[in-house]
């Protein structure tokens, strides 16, 4: 394989290198992941697009460490931040995944517990491991305390908590009970941050009280609150209807700009990809079959699938009857030999059936995989 | 409005009866309340809206799958809201549905043969049941399967070709009228637009029309020749499909325009200019069902204004003519 589609080096949060996965099943070993390479880099909005079964979610769960135990990992890395993944005990992936990685799926009323209301939900966060959050919650409240301050004639109160914070934050030690307040009016401030409506009584409501959308926005609230270094958003606005959907595209992106995590957006959906990426991968039975900055991979798409997709799109704002891609999407228990894409593939010839093509850079920053050029 | 009318609907509505709290008043949900709509002979009429806003109950209840609690349907006009029995099975021949989800609306227990010859045999559109298997045959490949796929299981088939099946036994009865509720839904891209393809040849080859129902406004403007929008039971807003995307008058319409995310980075746009999600259909006040959400309410707007035609064959429910650019509004008379 050519020298990969990363650019290696301190940009990037998160790089996976030769990534291979097989899940045992009782029909035999399904090949979920062939192989794939990506970087993200830092405070970047990555697409990660395919049809479902194509490896995009899990390769998220790979990532965050939730894979079922059926699956195995078989080859490559993970590296986070500098970090393998892959090779951390179960301890340190839980601190990650509640410090580093924050994970957000498609179906928020699963992920929320329903006997409990919001704001404890939000408090069990920093309660499980308030070592890894007191600098944050100080500082947040520390900058809360210095606006008000400004503002209006210097309140002894405000002071003396300002000294004793300051304090605090030196021996990173607070107790319980400030813990539990600092933590209140950094989750209300979060759960305005996702434009919700009236933080105080959200914080104070059960998520059955709340629509799709606002739930979906307590998720992503509950994300921010460990300002992660890396976001894994999985299908986060296919349950919604899509005047909802434009609300929280909307609201990530401008997140995004405000607390400058990288996101990982799986989706099938090349619109939204279109709307809110930078960058975008698109995945095909296992494989990354290419990688651009979302206005090259639109203007000047090169692997055969990924044209095929973008012609098989509908969109509202033209009249066009959508071209389809011939056949289904592969069975993996059995993949197609050398590129998984041949037996669909309008331009396949002898050589794709018997090799895997690799990635090859086409142009700086667009990535293929494909013979047609080279691979 | 031309070209001939295959079904029609005057008022037709379907409440639901619920019970909101313990010792709570009786209320009704209105999933669909009041929708006057007539589909021409030979067209696709595409339904759209967001979940919720009763798109798939008006289906529902024009194909008599579910009583409706007021109004009525003609087809060919004929009355048939108030059909029963032997009247109703007659009239059910003609119009058949589609579902969105294949796995479920498949007898797992099937062959596909059975499962299409079963409707010809119920209906007797074969002297023979040699003739049927023949149909069956035809159909099978008219679809784009092959006739090895008539002996086999649902199991056995992906998404998209189950999709393909209950086309083929929808279309078995030969009906002229389809319900199509959603029935690219639960596909993936590449084989929605095969879908789309065969739903388009089908309706040639076979002279049939199209009640599309979908919540995409992406694929209603691919496939539809006009557009119904409905919002919390009500039709807001009726056009040539054309006319509806490139020239919304419903502030609803517009907004749910300006939300579909486009696949084309060099026309990015602002999105979302709605706030706030769909309010509950139980016990809605009488006045204009997109009040709440809407930018340009005014106070006439507390009551429900009356479906105007505001254009030639272009018919909102609104108030107001209102220019989108210039936030300029004119006050559509009552009395049309």
Known sequence: MSQSNTTEGGDDVLSIRELKLKFHTYAGEVSALDGIRLSIRKGELFGLVGESGCGKSVTALAIAGLLPPNAEITGGDVILDGKNVLALKPEEMRLARLKDIAMIFQDPMTYLNPVLTIGSQMAEITRAEPKLFISILITHRLRQIDKQVDSAKPDRGLLAERESLTAALDSQNLGRKELDQLTRSYAISLLKSVRLPEPEKVYKMYPFELSGGMRQRVMIAMAMMRRPKLLLADEITTALDVTVQAQILRLLKDLRSEINTSVLLITHDLAIVAEVCDRVAVMYAGNIVEVAEVDELFRNPLHPYTKGLLASVPRADLARTPDSIEGSVPDLLSPPSGCRFHPRCPKAFETCPSKKPSMIAVAPNHYVSCFLYGG | ?336
């Open chain 2, 1 to 336: 409005m031309e070209g001939t009318t295959i079904l029609e609907t005057t008022g037709l509505a379907k409440w639901y009866p619920v019970r909101v709290g313990r010792f709570s008043e009786k209320t009704y949900l209105r999933a669909v309340d009041g929708v006057s709509l007539s589909i021409r002979k030979g067209e696709t009429l595409g339904l759209v809206g967001e979940s919720g806003c009763g798109k798939t109950t008006f289906g529902r209840a024009i194909m008599r799958l579910t009583e409706p609690s007021g109004g009525s349907i003609f087809f060919d006009g004929e009355d048939i809201s108030k059909l029963h029995g032997r009247s109703l099975k007659r009239v059910r021949r003609k119009m058949q549905m589609v579902f969105q989800d294949p796995y479920a609306s498949l007898d797992p227990r099937q062959r596909v043969r059975s499962t299409l010859l079963e409707p010809m045999l119920i209906h007797k559109i074969t002297s023979s049941k040699a003739e049927a298997e023949r149909l069956a045959e035809d159909l099978i490949e008219k679809v784009g399967l092959n006739q090895d796929h008539l002996s086999r299981f649902p199991h056995e088939f992906s998404g998209g070709q189950r999709q393909r099946i209950t086309i083929a036994a929808a279309l078995a009865v030969k009906p002229t009228f389809v319900v199509l509720d959603e029935p690219t839904s639960s596909l993936d891209v590449s084989v929605q637009a095969q879908i789309l393809r065969l739903l388009k040849k089908l309706q040639e080859e076979f002279g049939l029309t199209y009640l599309f129902i979908s919540h995409n406004m992406a694929v209603i403007r691919q496939v539809c020749d006009r557009t119904a929008v409905m919002y919390l039971g009500r039709m807001m807003e009726l056009a040539d499909t054309k006319t509806l995307f490139e020239n919304p008058k419903h502030p609803y319409t517009k907004a749910l325009l300006t939300s579909v995310p486009t696949p084309d980075p060099s026309r990015r746009k602002e999105l979302a200019v709605l706030e706030g999600d769909v309010p509950s259909a139980i016990g809605i006040p009488v006045d204009c069902r997109f009040r709440g959400r809407c930018a340009f309410a005014t106070d006439k707007c507390g009551v429900s204004p009356p479906l105007v035609e505001v254009e030639k064959n272009h018919w909102i429910e609104c108030h107001y003519d209102i220019d989108f650019d210039s936030h300029a509004r004119r006050e559509l008379r009552q009395e049309s």
